[in-house]
């Protein structure tokens, strides 16, 4: 029921840049979402609305929490679809008494379908894929993003020398409760064996290795490529003016681009979103150790013929993890290319809080469908913002946030954990040659199942990627 009749009350919390969206109060990216999680009703005074009284949607089908609080009256949706991702003012006016004990649907049986949730953003445009609602979950999944530093970061900026991982559980109780970010100082000698991010990933696998625990480990750095005859000289961090024949790009690389140029072309152009492509090849070394490393662990490359692995390594690409959601209808339509690429352009800047937020916000929204879990994405992205303004690391003397590698790090980690959900959840792409199999393999959240894109869980025979 509408509440305008209720007197004028303090708030106890503000957000006063919410975004609507859809036909309900989606909280995961709300200022309060911590307060209200799961509560059987709030109140809020919503700027333009007035003052309503809203219940906690019910879970969905899987037993999954759905993140929302339903709008009371027709009326009241209409006004809240009439004014779809517009930005207002809201105010939590009180809380329901008693944490919502949300009625769970029957668990699914082992090997049953995961039902995918429904779209709920209108802006998205595309419902998830097929090879989403045919996902058999079928039990929890161990979900890591890791953004490393190929040669350990540059002697000359101390905020270079980190590497970033990120990390989530998804398919058991509540796998948002156990988010975790990790940053990993690399130290003066920048970590040339990758020895320090080895034990940091030790220390995160060590719960779950015993358990035989399914593990998708997304990296964003060339993972993956054949050996050349003759052989590429050692990677270095750059090339020297003039240099050429030192790096090559890989069969995947190749692969991507022409599949990415008839995407585009389908799509009326790139309007800037099409990623730049590095030359894949050789691997740097400090990225071998670590997979001789994780070798060690039990993880295997992803191949056609490994894609099930129960510990996997996937390469992310994030600038084509972001032109992928693009094209996929992920992101605003506010947003233009410049505005979700600006958090790689923060070098040297120093940042108030609400610029993190925003920068963060700007390009990690996008990936809510194209991750396989639009429901728990937004609450990820609202933990990580949160993370990155409680990091000493990067405050400043007067209480400000250095921007550059310390922002983008957590960015790109973030888009390597979207991929490794959206491949946990049997929606994700991938570019590879299939008449090139260890030339490499690029794997992106999302996927349309519209003869341009190829699934890579479950993955069709004798298929390249694009």
């Known amino acids: 029921m509408s509440d305008d009749s209720q007197p004028t009350t303090e708030p106890l919390a503000v957000d006063p840049a919410y975004r609507l969206r859809d036909n309900q109060f989606w909280y995961g990216d709300c200022a309060f ?7 059987t009703s709030i109140s809020l005074r919503i700027d333009g609305l007035g003052i309503r009284t809203l219940t906690h949607a019910a879970r969905g089908k899987d037993g999954r929490p759905t993140y929302s609080f339903t709008v009371p009256t027709p009326e009241d949706r ?7 991702q517009q930005r207002i003012r809201v105010e939590l006016l009180s809380i329901g008494e008693q944490s919502a ?4 649907a029957p668990a699914e049986e082992k090997g049953s379908l995961f039902v995918s949730p429904a779209v709920n953003d209108p802006v998205q445009v595309r419902k998830p894929s097929p090879a989403l609602k045919r996902a058999q979950i079928d039990r929890a999944t161990l979900c890591i993003g890791l953004d490393i530093a190929w040669f350990g970061g540059s002697k000359s900026n101390p905020d270079s020398k980190y590497d970033c991982i990120g990390s989530v559980v998804v398919g058991g109780e509540s796998g948002e409760d156990e988010f975790n970010l990790t940053r990993v100082s690399l130290g003066k000698d920048r970590d040339p064996d990758a020895a320090k991010t080895l034990e940091a990933i030790q220390e995160l696998l060590d719960p779950y290795l015993p358990n035989g625990t399914p593990i998708v480990f997304s990296l964003d750095a060339p993972i993956q490529a054949r050996d050349r005859q003759p052989p ?6 750059s090339l020297k003016k003039g240099e050429k024949g030192k790096i090559e790009r890989r069969a995947s690389d190749n692969r991507l681009e022409a599949g990415r140029k008839r995407i585009d072309k389908a799509h ?3 309007s800037g979103w099409n990623p730049n492509i590095q030359a894949g090849a050789p691997l740097a070394p400090r990225v071998e150790k670590l997979l001789a490393g994780l070798k060690k662990l ?12 129960s510990r996997l390594v996937i390469e992310c690409f994030p600038a084509e993890a972001i032109w992928a959601a693009k094209c996929m209808d992920g992101f605003r339509t506010d947003i233009t290319a410049p505005c979700a690429k600006a958090y790689k352009k923060q070098k040297g800047v120093r940042l108030a809080s609400e610029q993190v937020h925003k920068l963060t916000e700007d390009v990690l929204h996008a990936f809510s469908i194209p991750s396989g879990d639009e429901t728990m994405w937004p609450a990820l992205v609202t933990n990580a913002i949160n993370w990155m303004l409680e990091d000493r690391t990067r405050r400043t003397p007067d209480d400000l946030y250095r921007g550059g590698k310390l922002l983008d790090d957590v960015v790109d980690t973030m888009i390597c954990l979207a991929t490794a959900l959206s491949y946990s959840r049997r ?5 590879f040659a299939s008449d090139n199999i260890d030339d490499g393999h690029i794997i992106g959240p999302g996927y349309q199942d519209d003869g341009r894109w190829v699934a890579a869980w479950p993955l069709e025979e004798d298929e390249g990627g694009g």
Do not use: T, Y
């Not at 979402?33 to 509560?39: F, K, L, N, P, T």
């Not at 209409?78 to 779809?84: F, G, M, S, V």
């Not at 004990?101 to 769970?104: M, N, P, T």
């Not at 929606?427 to 570019?431: I, L, P, R």
């Open 232 to 237: 590429l000289p050692v990677r270095q961090p």
């Open 33 to 39: 979402a911590g307060q209200i999680r799961e509560r």
């Open 78 to 84: 209409e006004w809240w679809k009439r004014h779809n």
């Open 101 to 104: 004990r949300l009625e769970r």
């Open 427 to 431: 929606n994700a792409h991938v570019w």
């Open 268 to 270: 009326g152009g790139s």
């Open 298 to 309: 039990g993880f295997e490359l992803w191949s056609p013929e490994s894609h099930a692995a």
